[in-house]
């Protein structure tokens, strides 16, 4: 299974890195592009630390209600933003709040950006709560599943370490988005699991 954080990286990401690490866990990230710029040195550590860096909008813009332009722009500073930091171009992009259309289809499959939604999401923003967001994911997450939180909520962070431990118990192997479907994902096309 993937674990996929979104929104970052901000303070809390540190916190979450030292918990991957110990349990060397891969996850995958889905990077806001002005964060990046704020934090490059967070997306270093990512990076370094094996994660898979991904395209999350440069603004968190709703790109299924933006202009081609707009799209354009917010995917082309985010990918030049991590290329700057990491000297990685990634290939993978989650659209904010799960908003794309054909639209947002043919300038990510342009760009060769594959459009990666989730097949859990604890709604972890809206709860803050540990307890609840390590329940969801625990109970929720079925082989070749992906799994949406975010690291900016130190409540979510919290709730990882317990996470690790129950699915490790159940057998899953945690795996960047590209190692769960073992081939290159197509430009353009949504995944939402394996
Ligand atoms: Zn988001």
Do not use: C
């Amino acid at each position: 299974m993937a674990l996929t954080f979104d929104d970052g990286p901000m303070a809390s990401t540190a916190k979450l890195l030292d918990i991957l690490a110990a349990g060397k866990v891969k996850a995958t990230f889905f990077l806001v592009g002005q964060a990046v710029e704020e934090a490059p040195e967070l997306v270093r550590r990512e990076h370094a630390d094996g994660h898979e860096l991904a395209n999350h909008s440069y603004s968190h813009a709703d790109l299924g209600r933006s202009s081609s332009a707009k799209v354009t722009s917010e995917l082309a500073r985010t990918q030049a933003a991590i290329k700057r930091a990491t000297g990685v171009t990634p290939t993978l992009m989650r659209p904010p709040y799960g908003s794309t259309d054909k639209q947002v289809a043919t300038i990510t499959k342009r760009m060769g950006l594959a459009q990666v939604l989730w097949t859990v999401d604890p709604l972890d923003w809206q709860s803050r709560n540990t307890k609840s967001v390590e329940r969801k994911v625990v109970g929720e997450t079925r082989p070749g599943y992906i799994v949406l939180m975010h690291d900016i909520h130190p409540s979510t962070v919290a709730a990882v370490p317990s996470i690790l431990k129950r699915l490790a118990a159940k057998g899953y192997v945690f795996v960047t988005v590209s190692e769960l479907y073992g081939k290159p994902l197509a430009p353009g096309r949504k995944y939402i699991e394996r």
